[in-house]
C-alpha cells in the first residue's frame, strides 16, 4: 500500500489528518515509524518556513511521500501573537494547558468586540523526482474569556469559531473536521494529493 508520512509525533494531528485524508486510500504514517528522523527544530521565523524544513527534513530520512503542518493561533489584539510560536508560547516545558492560561491572562479585560483571532495552518508536501507542494486553511473566531470543554488539544477550549456556540473543544471530533483551519488546508491540497497517488 502507498505510504504518506506525517512529519509529527503528535497523536491528536496525526488521527486528524487520518480522517480528514482517508479519501486518499494510502496508509498515513507518522513519525514514531521513522526513530531515525529524530527531533526537527523548527526554527524558521513563518509558518511556512517550518512546515517546508519538516516535509523536506522528513523526504530526506525516509525516501517517501511526506506531509508537514505547521499552525498557529493569531490574536489580533496581541498583533498576530502568538502565531509561530503557539506550542511553546508559555516558554520552556509549554504544556496546552499552560498556553491557554497564558493567553488568556494577556486577553484579561479585552472586549469582546477586541477578542478577534483565527487559526491558521500550513501544509508543505514533498515527494520524489523534486514535488513540491503546499496549502493553506484558515478558521476564524474570537477567544473565550475561560476554557470550555474537554475534547481537542492545543487552544482548543479556549477558542470560539466563527458562527458556532461551542468551543472546538466542545465540538465532535467530527464537527471539529468540519470547519478547522486544518480541514480547511487539507481540503484545498486534496485535489493535488490525490491526483498525484493516482498517478504512482
Known sequence: M???????????KTGEFRSLLSSLGVE????DHFPQVGEIVEDAGTLEGNARKKAEEVFRATNLPALA????LEVYYLNGEPGVFSSRYSGPGATYESNCRKLLL????VPPRRRAARFRCVLHFVAPDGVHASGEGIC????TESPRGANGFGYDPVFLP???VKTLAELTAGEK????????ACKSMEPFLQSY????
Open 177 to 184: 473536521n468540519s470547519l478547522s483551519h486544518r480541514a480547511r
Open 2 to 12: 502507498k505510504k504518506l508520512v506525517l512529519a509529527t509525533n503528535n497523536k491528536h
Open 69 to 72: 503542518d505547521d499552525s498557529g
Open 106 to 109: 494577556a486577553m484579561r479585560g
Open 197 to 200: 497517488f493516482r498517478a504512482q
Open 162 to 164: 466563527e458562527g458556532s
Open 28 to 31: 498515513i504514517v507518522a513519525l
Open 140 to 143: 476564524r473566531g474570537v477567544i
